[in-house]
T-cell receptor, first 115, second 115 residues
Framework: NAGVTQTPKFQVLKTGQSMTLQCAQD?????MSWYRQDPGMGLRLIHY???????DQGEVPNGYNVSRSTTEDFPLRLLSAAPSQTSVYFC??????????????FGNGTRLTVT | GQQLNQSPQSMFIQEGEDVSMNCTSS?????WLWYKQDPGEGPVLLIA?????ELTSNGRLTAQFGITRKDSFLNISASIPSDVGIYFC???????????????FGKGTKLSVKP
């Protein structure tokens, strides 16, 4: 059971380049989300999805796109990278619909540098 | 947006010492969660709290959901070297309109070993 798998672990981009951060989970979780973590900050929600075909914006969605064509995968796309997007990105998943907020399971992150 | 105030920002521990950290909010929260992040990894859930006044332990860790529902604390007793890392509080405000999976995170408390 791999849990939440993120690839790549590290990436360097030039300003204006595009790339996709991959996230896959094997726990059949309906809910998936992307957070970014910056020094001295907590984690901030970028986009989330409550099931295949459904996505919505979080707190800091600008500059990022997502799609959810399958339950397992939730890629994050940067269409035109900017230095302000230098950060560590975490993907997370959990079950939906329980009476309590189900705890998030996090991947190990992708460290992105935009020069 | 909603903010969680987590303190202290950082602290140094000596093996055997007890450690305490807390999180406060200006609004009522339905859920309080405590996560730990080791270098190069994603946050891992330590304790989840769902009811006002709830006191929950996980080994040497104890956390409480404040009776006002606007705060939570985490205590670590008899600290050991592997306790170093970044601890995050997280939660979801009452009447939050988004998915129950979306969390708001504090900025973290970094635990280091005293030199």
């Amino acid at each position: 059971n791999a849990g939440v798998t993120q690839t790549p672990k590290f990436q360097v981009l030039k300003t204006g380049q595009s790339m996709t951060l991959q996230c896959a989970q094997d726990m059949n979780h309906e809910y998936m989300s992307w957070y970014r973590q910056d020094p001295g900050m907590g984690l901030r929600l970028i986009h989330y999805s409550v099931g295949a075909g459904i996505t919505d914006q979080g707190e800091v969605p600008n500059g990022y796109n997502v799609s959810r064509s399958t339950t397992e995968d939730f890629p994050l796309r940067l269409l035109s990278a900017a230095p302000s997007q230098t950060s560590v990105y975490f993907c997370a998943s959990t079950r939906q619909g329980s009476s309590h907020n189900s705890p998030l399971h996090f991947g190990n992150g992708t460290r992105l540098t935009v020069t | 947006g909603q903010q969680l105030n987590q303190s202290p920002q950082s602290m140094f521990i000596q093996e055997g010492e007890d450690v305490s950290m807390n999180c406060t909010s200006s609004s009522i929260f339905n859920t309080w969660l405590w996560y730990k992040q080791d270098p190069g990894e994603g946050p891992v859930l330590l304790i989840a709290l769902y009811k006002a006044g709830e006191l929950t332990s996980n080994g040497r860790l104890t956390a409480q959901f404040g009776i006002t529902r606007k705060d939570s604390f985490l205590n670590i007793s008899a600290s050991i070297p592997s306790d170093v890392g970044i601890y995050f509080c997280a939660g979801q405000p009452r009447n939050y309109g988004g998915s129950q999976g979306n969390l708001i995170f504090g900025k973290g408390t970094k635990l280091s070993v005293k030199p």
